[in-house]
């Protein structure tokens, strides 16, 4: 039982938000968080990438826009089952990296229109000049 209960205080450390967060100063900067909170929090980052991505997005009718008798929900609709809709959209994405010294480990934040997706980490790297 005592092995059981190791196993799942593991898998709740792991799998737990702040373990995957950003301390800067006394606050955390989590995943999901804006850039303007987290340049209030941490600063001005060292570096600053930023490029635009285009990605589309496919919507398909399909079966569920019919109800189980198999009568359509949205009979007025002009989106027809079997046609799909194909949508291009810009996508800003930053890249923000903090050196923190050799001390601690270096990060990338990625945000993608303002919101913070990613933070990864770059090892213990010197500043280059």
Known sequence: ?????????TLC???????FALRCGHSLVQVGDYKDYVND??????????????RGN???AD??????NGEQQFPNSSFNVGQ???AEI????EDW???????RLSKILRFENGRLIQIENLGRKRRRY
Do not use: K, W
Request: hydrophobic fraction near 40%; aromatic fraction near 16%; glycine fraction near 6%.
């Open 97 to 103: 990296t903090y050196y923190f010294g050799s001390e």
């Open 58 to 60: 496919i919507n398909r």
């Open 90 to 93: 810009e996508v800003l994405v």
């Open 1 to 9: 039982m005592n092995r059981l209960n190791g196993f799942v205080f």
């Open 63 to 68: 079966a569920t826009l019919n109800n189980f």
């Open 41 to 54: 929090i941490c600063g001005d980052p060292d570096n600053v990438q930023s490029h635009y991505e285009r």
């Open 13 to 19: 450390l792991l799998f737990s938000a702040p373990l």
């Open 84 to 86: 799909s809709n194909y």
